[in-house]
């Protein structure tokens, strides 16, 4: 099956800087990845996507990257707030266009 | 309101009685998905469906089932649920396989 991995599983930031969560993949040929919010109790929330003709985008604070040579994605979030406190998940288009893989989330701690 | 309805939110049952967990969705969207969520795992994709009558295995389809007669609705079956299949399940859905899901708000499992 497909890899995600995020390397580092929990993120303390205080409120204000900002924050950089990164996630690895390892199918060459996946073409479009979203970045989901998760609070606890809750389903996930989708925050930002891109896709492989890109390297960046920007959203309302927040910007994904994406690296294809190093096959590496991250998502910054810029002044961090209490309300980003949540799990973050990075999700790989499977290049087919019908499955999705998951990475395992990184924990996002804001310290006010 | 958009959402992605699951039902029952939560559910305590035992090995081999049959189970169904439904899924509907308001937004006419053709894709939609089935996940559980494990501690360390991340979220893995069960089953989805392209559109009606149309479904395929995700990574871990092994003692589900899913079926898809109407646009709206996508329930997962387990028909003779073990203890490995304790979990949180999520429902999603999208336009296609290749825009950001909503999700539902989840169904925790337990098996006994």
């Known amino acids: 099956g497909e890899s995600v991995g995020l390397h580092l599983p929990t993120l303390s930031v205080q409120e204000g800087d900002n924050s950089i969560i990164n996630c690895a993949y390892s199918?060459?040929?996946?073409?479009?990845f979203i970045w989901y919010k998760q609070e606890s109790g809750k389903g996930p929330q989708f925050i930002i996507d891109?896709?492989?003709?890109?390297d960046k985008r920007q959203g309302q604070r927040v910007t994904v990257l994406l690296n294809k040579t190093v096959k590496h994605l991250s998502l910054q979030i810029a002044a961090t707030q209490p309300g980003d406190s949540a799990v973050y998940f990075c999700?790989?288009?499977?290049?087919?266009?019908?499955?999705?893989?998951f990475g395992t989330g990184t924990s996002l701690t804001v310290i006010p | 309101e958009a959402q992605v309805t699951q039902n029952p939110r939560y559910l305590i049952t035992v090995t081999g009685k049959k189970l169904t967990v439904t899924c509907s969705q308001n937004?006419?969207?053709?894709?939609m998905s089935w996940y559980r969520q494990d501690p360390g795992l991340g979220l893995r994709q069960i089953y989805y469906?392209?559109?009606?009558?149309?479904?395929d295995k995700g990574d871990v389809p092994e003692g589900y089932k899913v079926s898809r007669k109407e646009k709206r609705n996508f329930p997962l079956i387990l028909e003779s649920p073990s203890p490995n299949q304790t979990s949180l399940y999520f429902c999603?859905?999208?336009?296609?396989?290749?825009?950001?899901?909503?999700f539902g708000d989840g169904t925790r499992l337990s098996i006994l």
């Open positions: 999603a859905s999208s336009w296609s396989g290749n825009q950001p899901q909503h």
């Open positions: 199918n060459s040929a996946s073409d479009y």
């Open positions: 937004m006419n969207h053709e894709y």
């Open positions: 469906s392209m559109n009606v009558e149309v479904t």
């Open positions: 891109i896709r492989s003709n890109m």
């Open positions: 999700a790989e288009n499977s290049g087919t266009g019908n499955q999705f893989y």
